[in-house]
């Protein structure tokens, strides 16, 4: 190869210089050896945190307003995930950029129907009772309209909701059965019923949890206990633990768009944060084959301070 | 059996290539080229020497499946010992990355092997995040809820569901650490073939 290909960035030089004895075999034992007994160490002085899971029972239980609340949104199609779009319903609108919406593209693969998942399914698992069984009767058989009629007068009234000697109280004559089946699903998550019942719906065995972490996640508790926890999304929560504990501290560039315009401000903020990430991922990967990008360690000369000795020896 | 039909064995082909190109004093040198002399160089068989200990916790952890460290001390020492081997791997790996960005370790015909080493760190992001979303406590399902709206916004989370432990678990304790596993071989096998990149020459550099 002339000097004149020689592509600084691309190219290598031929070493022609001296060799040192090098025991790659003792070098990889020292390693896994001081590593084995650095994480030992770690894991003896400071444990791991593990905080205890949240369930549908501890959540009625410690708030019981929020729950019911948040049973009522998801009866009524005004919560968060009722209206959520692709993949698990249509209400909603997908995050997108201009004209490039993949989850609109790819459509409803997990379909979650709030009302009748999170609520009518589960109180129709129920023995039967006649208040339970008439209230379930008039939702269902309720037109459209009338679902509407009921749903503006419960979420009127939702902000005074109350909790008092076992009966959550509603304060309006006009949402129908919605106060009767609130209460029928509060009284069944605070007995531990509903946690079993949103996971039993595919079988007897299931691993899947998707559907009782939704209806966690549309209540205002879960994310408080977040906020105690520092792990929101303002307080960079994706890379943070519970605890004091170092978390998935390499996310912090994932994070970080999250904290600044445009990213903080737009309604498709995960899309565009993916979508840069997805960018920034591409140019690490191909780095070697990008000119101008491939040129700056060489620039920096950090490599200088690397191969110090190398470079004392050259004079 | 003749010596041409022998030769012609897709056996022996493939172990004539393969001691061709890497023969036994490359695979297991004895020496190495003088300028392999900063601290820098200790980090990547560190990163390796912490996935070899979180691999071997994991698989502790996995005997007595995915909720035993919730209720026993030694599962709950392992699965502390799971943590910082972690936290170990990322920090090591993390440096490793930066040295041999610092040395433009891509030179010389080593372009896959950046891009093998980019490929691994990425596998094991979502290694680690799986792992994250399948503890069964409180910090899974904060992140695993939290996490659902970025997938979900790109289409992925069609197929790729953080929320169903099941299938969270599985990519964590099989096809993650699988391809991290591979890639990792396939990134030292490069490594040993073409040798640890050579310092900038400066008289190179001008005349370029």
């Known amino acids: 190869m002339t000097k004149k290909n020689f592509r600084p960035d691309v190219d290598a030089p031929e070493y022609k210089g001296p060799y040192a004895p090098y025991d790659i075999i003792k070098e990889g034992t020292i390693a896994v050896l001081v590593v084995f007994l650095l994480t030992a160490a770690l894991a003896l002085v400071f444990s791991s945190p593990d905080e205890k899971a949240i369930t549908l029972k501890t959540w009625s239980t410690a708030d019981v307003v929020d729950f019911a609340k948040t049973a009522g949104d998801e009866l009524t199609g005004t919560s968060a995930v009722a209206g959520y779009g692709a993949p698990y319903n249509n209400n909603g609108t997908a995050q997108h950029w201009g004209f490039i919406a993949p989850a609109h593209w790819i459509g409803v693969h997990i379909p979650v129907n709030t009302a009748t998942d999170f609520v009518l399914d589960p109180l129709s698992s129920q023995p039967a009772q006649p208040a339970l069984s008439a209230a379930l009767s008039a939702w269902k058989g309720a037109s459209s309209s009338t679902q509407t009629a009921w749903t503006d007068a419960y979420t009127k009234a939702e902000g005074n909701i109350t909790f008092a ?55 205002t508790y879960l994310a408080g206990l977040a906020d105690q926890q520092h792990l929101t999304g303002t307080q960079w929560g994706m890379m943070n633990e519970t605890g004091q504990y170092p978390g998935q501290a390499w996310l912090w560039l994932y994070t970080f768009w999250y904290q600044i315009p445009p990213y903080n401000t737009s309604v498709s903020a995960d899309f565009l944060v993916w979508g840069t990430m997805m960018i920034l991922t591409a140019l690490m990967i191909f780095l070697p084959f990008i000119p101008g990008l491939r040129s700056i360690p060489r620039r920096l000369k950090i490599y200088r301070l690397i191969w110090r000795e190398h470079y004392a020896r050259q004079g | 059996m003749s010596t041409t039909e022998i030769e012609r064995q897709w056996t022996s082909r493939i172990r004539r290539s393969v001691v061709a190109k890497l023969p036994p004093d490359k695979m297991l040198p004895d020496t190495q080229p003088a300028y392999v002399a900063s601290w820098i160089y200790v980090f990547g068989v560190t990163t390796m020497a912490a996935l070899m200990v979180v691999i071997v916790t994991g698989c502790i952890l996995a005997l007595d499946g995915p909720q035993w460290w919730h209720s026993s001390s030694l599962g709950h020492f392992i699965n502390s010992m799971h943590l910082w081997s972690v936290e170990i791997f990322f920090f090591a790996m993390v440096v490793h990355l930066w040295g041999k960005f610092s040395m433009a370790a891509w030179r010389g015909g080593r372009s896959l092997t950046w891009v093998t080493g980019a490929v691994t760190f990425l596998a094991s992001i979502l290694a680690g995040f799986t792992g994250y979303v399948s503890q069964t406590n409180f910090d899974s399902q904060w992140i695993s809820t939290q996490a659902k709206d970025g997938i979900n916004s790109t289409g992925g989370g069609a197929f790729f569901n953080v929320l169903n432990l099941g299938q969270m678990l599985m990519w964590h304790i099989v096809l993650l650490p699988l391809a991290a596993i591979v890639l990792t071989i396939l990134h030292v096998v490069m490594v040993r073939i073409k040798g640890v990149v050579p310092p900038f020459e400066d008289s190179k550099e001008v005349a370029a």
Do not use: C, E, W
């Not at chain 1, 106060?179 to 946690?195: E, Q």
């Open chain 1, 165 to 219: 000697n076992g009966v959550v109280k509603v304060p309006t004559t006009g949402a129908g059965p919605i106060p009767t089946l609130i209460n029928y699903l509060t009284a069944m998550a605070r007995s531990g019923a509903l946690d079993q019942a949103l996971v039993t719906q595919n079988g007897f065995y299931t691993t899947n949890y998707t559907k009782p972490l939704l209806f966690l996640s549309d209540g």
